[in-house]
């Protein structure tokens, strides 16, 4: 399975398990490709929203470039939403 395929069911797992288990989600198709910043996820409780760039490895670690971070902030920032990072190891749970 490529890197993106991967990443794309990562993704997805993580938009039913917050539907599940903390409110309303929705996935941005596409997010990464756009001149704008755009999270991956956005979801919220009624309280917090929160908007959440999500990674997938089968390495023992992950890195998130500097243009990752500052764009996920500048999103939150324009959105009033928290940044959060998701990342799933293979045969592992979601680490945030």
């Given at each position: 399975?490529?890197?993106?395929?991967k990443?794309?069911?990562?993704?997805?797992?993580?938009?039913?398990?917050?539907?599940?288990?903390?409110?309303?989600?929705?996935?941005?198709?596409?997010?990464?490709?756009?001149?704008?910043?755009?999270?991956?996820l956005l979801?919220s409780?009624?309280?917090?929203?929160l908007?959440?760039?999500?990674k997938?490895?089968?390495?023992?670690?992950i890195y998130?470039?500097?243009?990752e971070?500052?764009?996920?902030?500048?999103?939150?920032?324009?959105?009033?939403?928290?940044p959060?990072?998701?990342?799933?190891?293979?045969?592992?749970e979601?680490?945030?």
């Open positions: 399975m490529g890197s993106k395929t990443g794309t069911k990562a993704e997805r797992e993580l938009f039913h398990m917050l539907w599940e288990h903390f409110g309303p989600a929705l996935r941005s198709a596409g997010s990464g490709s756009t001149p704008r910043p755009s999270p991956d979801a409780n009624g309280k917090k929203v908007a959440i760039e999500c997938s490895s089968k390495k023992e670690n998130l470039t500097k243009k971070v500052d764009e996920l902030n500048e999103f939150c920032n324009l959105f009033k939403a928290e959060w990072i998701g990342v799933r190891f293979n045969n592992m979601w680490f945030f």
